[in-house]
């Protein structure tokens, strides 16, 4: 499997944890929970609001955080860096839970 990616938003530290490709939402979610790698809202937003420091290596993968889930849990919150006209850019992408997931995503998990 692939290699785990450290980096630094302000003080904080996240990893990008791989997880098996082409598995359900609710496969990945339950991977996240093994892995430590389960976060939320609080952490998806804070990442989002300072994507500019994500590293340029994150940019190929999506990210996923397991614990940000729509009201009706049928979505778990991914961001995706999408390639614009004015660049690179991180947006928000609910991915269904009960859908197979393909592709080179990350679970985030923070280290401090």
Not at 2 to 28: H, Q
Not at 82 to 97: I, P
Request: proline residues 5%.
């Amino acid at each position: 499997m692939a290699e785990t990616i450290r980096f630094r938003i302000g003080r904080r530290i996240y990893e990008l944890v791989p997880y098996p490709d082409n598995l359900p939402g609710d496969f990945v979610a339950h991977e996240a929970e093994m892995l430590g790698a389960k976060l939320g809202k609080r952490d998806g937003q804070f990442i989002l609001k300072h994507q500019k420091e994500i590293p340029s290596e994150c940019r190929e993968f999506f990210l996923v955080f397991a614990d940000w889930r729509d009201p009706t849990w049928s979505y778990i919150a991914t961001t995706h860096c999408l390639r614009g006209e004015c660049g690179l850019e991180w947006k928000l992408v609910w991915s269904l839970v009960d859908h197979y997931w393909r592709g080179p995503g990350r679970l985030v998990r923070r280290v401090s």
